[in-house]
């Protein structure tokens, strides 16, 4: 890990820097109310809704329980509101106060600046899964993943991926209102087409196949089969290839295109 000495001949690294912005920016998530609720409430409120709608599906003729369907997609609820919706509004206020622009003046690198700000909502996420996980043991009677190391590899991947799209989207977006608008694209397709409210197995064979592309899905994909034990080492190598790619060409398109500055 690289160090930088300052001007009194202090040593600081890359992790005590993040680690004090992202102080900072748990700070501003617990004052802002809107902030919070998005990403505390609505993910762990979500999955009751949707087993409501699973009552019907017939699970069972694709290998599936009501368990293994529903914890992975509020885990993936948890990406998509936790971290997505919420880092992309951090992204876009931090950049119209001149936050960002300040903290480039300053020994924080671009990429400590944006995994910074992230490592809130990032620990939310993990929070959240850690409780889904512990509830649906108890209220579902989910056992242990018979994979586990799927679902290490699945959150990890979106943990990762997420942030980067949501400093994409954010990129995008020219004002705090306009990202709120910005996000929804993605995130109703994440929503209808990855799995998380209609399993991949119950949807016609095209349409799943296009809905296998979709940046939440491989996420889905790997936490579902930690569960199961029915995904196969090619399906799980491509389902972590498919992560691995949209994460790149996220990181591609952030260094690109994010915009430190307001635009004017």
Do not use: H, K, N, Y
């Given at each position: 890990m690289?160090?930088?000495m300052t001007a009194r001949g202090a040593t600081t690294t890359a992790a005590g820097r993040m680690r004090t912005l992202a102080r900072a920016e748990l700070t501003l998530l617990g004052r802002g109310k809107g902030?919070?609720?998005t990403a505390v409430v609505v993910p762990l409120a979500l999955p009751f809704t949707v087993?409501?709608?699973?009552?019907g599906m017939d699970l069972k003729a694709a290998?599936?329980?009501m368990g293994s369907v529903l914890l992975p997609s509020a885990i993936g609820f948890s990406l998509l509101f936790a971290v997505y919706s919420t880092l992309v509004g951090v992204y876009v206020a931090r950049r119209e106060e001149l936050v960002l622009k300040r903290l480039r003046t300053g020994?924080?690198?671009?990429?400590?600046?944006?995994?910074?700000a992230a490592?809130?909502?990032v620990t939310v996420a993990v929070v959240q899964s850690c409780v889904l996980v512990a509830a649906s043991a108890a209220l579902l009677g989910v056992?242990?993943?018979?994979?586990?190391?799927?679902v290490v590899l699945g959150l990890l991947l979106g943990l990762v991926m997420w942030p980067a799209l949501a400093a994409v989207t954010a990129g995008l977006s020219k004002s705090v209102e306009s990202a709120q608008v910005a996000v929804m694209p993605l995130l109703l397709l994440s929503l209808a087409g990855s799995g998380t409210v209609v399993p991949l197995e119950l949807l016609p064979d095209r349409l799943a196949l296009v809905c296998e592309s979709l940046p939440l899905t491989p996420v889905i994909t790997l936490l579902r089969g930690g569960w199961t034990g029915n995904l196969s080492a090619y399906d799980a190598l491509g389902a972590a290839a498919t992560a691995v790619a949209w994460t790149v060409l996220a990181v591609f398109a952030v260094r690109r295109?994010?915009?430190w500055e307001p635009r004017r």
């Open positions: 690289s160090t930088v902030t919070l609720f087993r409501s709608s699973m009552d290998g599936l329980s020994e924080l690198r671009d990429a400590e600046i944006l995994a910074g490592l809130p909502a056992g242990a993943p018979r994979s586990p190391q799927l295109w994010f915009r």
